[in-house]
């Protein structure tokens, strides 16, 4: 067991009546070398009307969102501004992505699996132990960095009993 699996199974519990949803944002270092500027990679997204599924830890141990919607800093509105005037997340230049946060077979971890439906359904999964109690949010280490080449990158991700689906 460990703070994450805890909090986990509070949002397993509440999604027996609601319909979670999941905001998430990440953040990736730059891979320039010394000398040389460029912002890492963040992003940021969220979905609605998550399901309870079936996980590695039995029935009803995972929560699936099918339709996540996904933003990235460096999709930029007016790319002929400079970079501090720039404005990033440009919204027509979201992915889609599924998410499946599961209790892994032991117990002792969360498992999360994302499928990038914007990108030929290439898969990846990480576990964690993490979580901080303040902020009440899982916290993925070690995560795929946005972009050819890109260093891992970490990940906090919250859910909410919304009991909403589809768009607002």
């Known amino acids: 067991?460990?703070?994450?699996?805890?909090?986990?199974?509070?949002?397993?519990?509440?999604?027996?009546?609601?319909?979670?949803?999941?905001?998430?944002?990440a953040c990736g270092?730059?891979?320039?070398?010394?000398?040389?500027?460029?912002?890492?990679?963040?992003?940021?997204?969220?979905?609605?009307?998550?399901?309870?599924?079936?996980?590695?830890?039995?029935?009803?141990?995972?929560?699936a969102f099918n339709d996540v919607h996904q933003w990235f800093s460096d999709r930029l509105v007016n790319t002929q501004a400079n970079l501090s005037e720039a404005q990033a997340f440009n919204a027509a230049a979201k992915d889609n992505v599924g998410m499946t946060?599961?209790?892994?077979?032991?117990?002792?971890?969360?498992?999360?699996?994302?499928?990038?439906?914007?990108w030929g359904n290439a898969q990846w999964?990480?576990?964690t132990e993490d979580f901080d109690g303040a902020s009440q949010q899982l916290i993925f280490s070690g995560i795929p960095g946005a972009g050819a080449g890109a260093p891992p990158a970490m990940m906090l991700t919250s859910f909410s009993p919304a009991n909403v689906e589809g768009e607002l």
């Open 101 to 118: 946060f599961a209790l892994a077979t032991d117990q002792n971890s969360v498992v999360l699996s994302v499928v990038l439906h914007s």
């Open 125 to 127: 999964q990480v576990g």
């Open 1 to 25: 067991m460990s703070a994450a699996t805890d909090y986990f199974k509070a949002q397993l519990e509440q999604a027996t009546k609601y319909a979670p949803a999941v905001t998430f944002a």
């Open 29 to 63: 270092r730059s891979i320039l070398p010394p000398g040389q500027f460029a912002p890492g990679v963040a992003s940021f997204g969220w979905g609605f009307g998550g399901s309870l599924a079936n996980g590695p830890g039995g029935n009803g141990t995972a929560i």
